[in-house]
């Protein structure tokens, strides 16, 4: 069963909790990747071997890198004052004394990277105690991703994320590694992995036949670890109460995008309003400026125009002032004539 078969079902249970039967009918496996399955596959098992042998293919460990044993721990560390809470899905110490977290996502989410690098800082916070050194254990982080997170790498499926300076791990305590299990079945189809024996192949191989519901390859069917693993995965196997959690976890879920949708468009609507304002601010002073500089010519052409014409009428009234005084024109009529004071008419008269 895949993820979108495992909604269906889901769904149809939330109309009548029997569907299930109906399902069972239908669906050898259950969805693996769902988070419900995945805890009890990989977590409830007593003695881990599913799981330690999933981590030590995917994570590449061998010999005495190899994890040989490991103890669970809570899944959640809580939040603290402001922090919100870290939930993983599997939460381990190793028989060496490393820390192992194991993530499944299935679907793309734009804060996964975010949340990856919280849940390893909550998980390193917890490390070191007063009085004690600051030395960290190994730990390691797998991430099962039911869709692409890497598209610029196409023929790549595993993923091994590390910080790097000059060539060189900074930090090699900590190992991220992200499986793109979709990519892989599709490189499977295309038979582009058909020569790669590894270990992590192998166990992918098994996930394939679990979530397509395919015939298992031969050499999946005679290991006993996949075996285990498909028994272990049949749908049969699980109760009711298991999926009607999850049908109740779906209607939360969905109540939490909505309010988040809601958040989102009210956040947006205030930035925009924030936008507009500074766009409009802006606006409003370049189009200020350009008025001001438009109405200051025309205001500057128009006084300029006035002036000139005052002036061209006083540099006239002075010519006729003086034409009149040639000809001995009392002062009293040339004042009324031209306009001019009497003062402005004797300097006329006075100059040579």
């Not at 399902?23 to 693996?32: D, E, N, R, T, W």
């Not at 409830?44 to 293919?57: C, F, M, P, Y």
């Not at 995917?58 to 044993?69: N, V, W």
């Not at 909550?122 to 797998?142: A, S, T």
Request: aromatic content about 8%; glycine content about 6%; overall charge negative.
């Amino acid at each position: 069963m895949n993820r979108t078969q495992h909604l269906a079902m889901l769904e149809a249970m939330k109309i009548d909790k029997k569907n299930l039967l109906k399902y069972q009918q239908i669906y050898k496996y259950a969805y693996l990747l769902s988070d419900g399955v995945f805890k009890i596959v990989f977590a409830e098992e007593k003695d881990h071997t599913l799981l330690i042998s999933l981590v030590n293919a995917m994570l590449d460990l061998h010999d005495g890198d190899a994890i040989k044993s490991i103890t669970l721990e809570m899944q959640e560390y809580p939040g603290i004052f402001s922090k919100k809470d870290c939930i993983l899905d599997i939460i381990g110490t190793t028989n060496a004394g490393e820390k192992v977290l194991v993530e499944v996502q299935q679907k793309k989410d734009k804060f996964f990277r975010d949340r990856v690098q919280y849940y390893l800082s909550r998980v390193i916070e917890n490390q070191v105690h007063v009085n004690e050194k600051y030395e960290l254990p190994r730990i390691y982080f797998l991430g099962l991703l039911d869709f692409e997170m890497f598209p610029e790498e196409p023929a790549e499926y595993i993923h091994h994320v590390d910080e790097m300076c000059h060539g060189k791990k900074f930090f090699p305590k900590i190992q991220k590694v992200f499986v793109e299990i979709d990519k892989f079945f599709e490189l499977e189809n295309a038979g582009t992995t058909h020569d790669d024996n590894s270990e992590a192949a192998q166990w992918l191989r098994a996930l394939k036949a679990i979530i397509k519901e395919e015939p298992a390859p031969e050499k999946i069917l005679q290991n006993e670890t996949f075996q285990h693993l498909i028994n272990s995965v049949k749908l049969i196997n699980f109760a009711e109460e298991l999926f009607n959690a999850e049908v109740k976890n779906m209607t939360d879920l969905r109540a939490e995008h909505e309010e988040g949708l809601a958040e989102g468009r009210e956040l947006g609507q205030a930035e925009g309003r924030e936008q507009g304002l500074s766009e409009g601010r802006e606006q409003g002073l370049s189009e200020g400026r350009e008025q001001g500089l438009s109405e200051g010519r025309e205001l500057g052409l128009s006084e300029g125009r006035e002036l000139g014409q005052a002036e061209g009428e006083l540099k006239r009234a002075r010519e006729i002032a003086a034409k009149m005084l040639a000809k001995n024109k009392p002062v009293e009529e040339i004042v009324e004539f031209t306009g001019l004071t009497e003062s402005e008419i004797h300097a006329i008269e006075s100059t040579p």
